[in-house]
């Protein structure tokens, strides 16, 4: 069974530019929840959707978006990027809201 | 406000001893507590889990305490191995925070041989 898939590895990007971030859930896996993992915050909690319907959102600021596609992959756009925006950007699946997440390996943006 | 606090920052344990991680919560309406497991490059990966409804539960060398009263719950890894050394998240999610969890600040575990 594949496990979660995020593309792309690894991201370096400029100030001010956009980036999307993919996500491919495991099969069958409605829900797809992002967050955010940094040293000195830990794992913040962007979005949730279920699905493609945004069910819950964390405190970031609007330059932070997302969707999910009929399929329940997901992708998240980051706009206007800052410096503070460098982090590891883990998607974890799960069939719903009673059982406990899988998490893909991350995306590591690095923002220069 | 960190709804899930973790301790402690970072633990060293001999091969063979016990590693004991600690997380207390606030929020009343957790109703499941996960711990991951997190490697370099890696994203975190579910350990075990336990609801409120048992004081226990054992998975190999892994045991969740969880203290409803006190709204604390604790990770015991037994003979502790090399391989173990990663870092260790606590997680709570309620029937009030939809799908969303909240972790811990995290536990980097270094076991010496």
């Known amino acids: 069974k594949a496990g979660v898939t995020q593309t792309p590895r690894y991201l370096i990007k400029t100030r001010g530019q956009q980036v999307t971030l993919s996500c491919s859930p495991i099969s069958g896996h409605r829900s797809v929840s992002w967050y955010q993992q940094t040293p000195g915050q830990g794992l913040q909690f962007l979005f949730e959707?279920?699905?493609?319907?945004?069910?819950n959102k964390g405190n970031f600021p609007g330059r932070f978006s997302g969707r999910q596609f009929s399929n329940s992959r997901s992708e998240m756009n980051v706009s206007t990027l800052e410096l503070g925006d460098s982090a590891l950007y883990l998607c974890?699946?799960?069939?719903?809201?009673?059982?406990?997440?899988?998490f893909g390996s991350g995306t590591r943006l690095t923002v220069v | 406000q960190q709804q899930v606090k973790q301790s402690p920052q970072s633990l060293i344990v001999q091969k063979g001893g016990i590693s004991i991680i600690n997380c207390a919560y606030e929020n009343t309406a957790f109703d499941y507590f996960p711990w991951y497991q997190q490697f370099p490059g890696k994203g975190p990966a579910l350990l075990i889990a336990i609801r409120p409804d048992v004081s226990e539960k054992k998975e190999g060398r892994f045991t969740i305490s969880f203290n409803k009263s006190a709204k604390q719950f604790s990770l015991h890894i037994m003979d502790s191995q090399p391989g173990d050394s990663a870092t260790y998240f606590c997680?709570?999610?309620?029937?009030?925070?939809?799908?969303?969890?909240?972790f811990g600040t995290g536990t980097s575990l270094t076991v010496i041989p």
């Open positions: 959707y279920f699905s493609e319907t945004q069910r």
């Open positions: 974890a699946s799960s069939p719903g809201s009673f059982y406990g997440y899988t």
């Open positions: 997680a709570a999610r309620g029937s009030n925070t939809g799908n969303q969890f909240y």
